[in-house]
């Protein structure tokens, strides 16, 4: 079992849609947790980053940690085509832990946003 | 435009060709690191630096070899490489190592 499991879709809706994309984990140490949103031929974007549980906002992206579930969520308001790219979560431990420094990646979700 | 800037964006070279891949950023961040990424994939760790000393090396064969010459620039040599080292090669920064990081849109590394 991974330590992170995404869902890679493909995930397709229509412009205006509210987009829901989830991580789940299996280990307690993670206490960093990111999303990054990558286009073809282009490194990852950092969109959000959240310490511990809880929500965050931004403009149209919400990014919501529940530590109890082991499970992290990424909300996007009012799809637009120009989010059209593969969506990574990403966590890591905090210092002592043995994942310290280092990132781990679920697969991506590929989403497509269609006019 | 990323802030972490990485040259060449493409390269193809033969098994037997010495090269290198280079990663600048200035936003004072004090670890980098370097990423491989096959397609379709997540990126996978090689190589973490913290205060310009190595920090983590993730079982990376010697053909790679990291260097961080000081805080702003971390390179990645290459020698000898195989036709399956072919890949988005991926330099990140954050301010320390367990901050966000950020990362460069990569080189684009292709073996004949």
């Known amino acids: 079992q991974k330590e992170v499991e995404q869902d890679p879709g493909p995930l397709s809706v229509p412009e205006g849609a509210i987009v829901s994309l989830n991580c789940t984990y299996s280990?307690?140490?993670?206490?960093?947790f990111m999303w990054y949103r990558q286009y073809s031929r282009k490194g990852p974007e950092l969109l959000m980053y959240t310490y511990s549980s809880g929500n965050k906002e931004d403009g149209r992206f919400t990014a919501q940690v529940d530590k109890s579930s082991k499970y992290i969520s990424l909300f996007i308001r009012d799809s637009q085509p120009s989010d059209s790219a593969t969506y990574l979560c990403?966590?890591?431990?905090?210092?002592?832990?043995?994942?310290?420094?280092?990132?781990?990646f679920g697969q991506g979700t590929i989403l497509t946003v269609h006019p | 435009d990323t802030e972490v800037t990485q040259t060449p964006k493409h390269l193809v070279m033969g098994m037997t060709n010495k090269k290198s891949l280079k990663c600048e950023q200035h936003m004072g961040h004090r670890a980098m690191y370097w990423y491989k990424q096959k397609a379709k994939k997540p990126p996978e760790l090689m190589f973490v630096y913290s205060y310009e000393k190595l920090s983590i090396n993730e079982s990376v064969p010697s053909r790679f070899s990291p260097e961080c010459p000081n805080s702003s620039l971390l390179n990645l040599h290459l020698h000898a490489l195989q036709p399956e080292d072919s890949a988005l090669y991926l330099c990140?920064?954050?301010?320390?190592?367990?901050?966000?990081?950020?990362f460069g849109d990569g080189t684009r590394l292709s073996i004949l």
């Open positions: 990140a920064s954050s301010q320390e190592m367990v901050r966000p990081q950020h």
């Open positions: 990403a966590m890591s431990a905090g210092a002592g832990g043995t994942s310290y420094g280092k990132l781990t």
């Open positions: 280990n307690s140490a993670f206490q960093y």
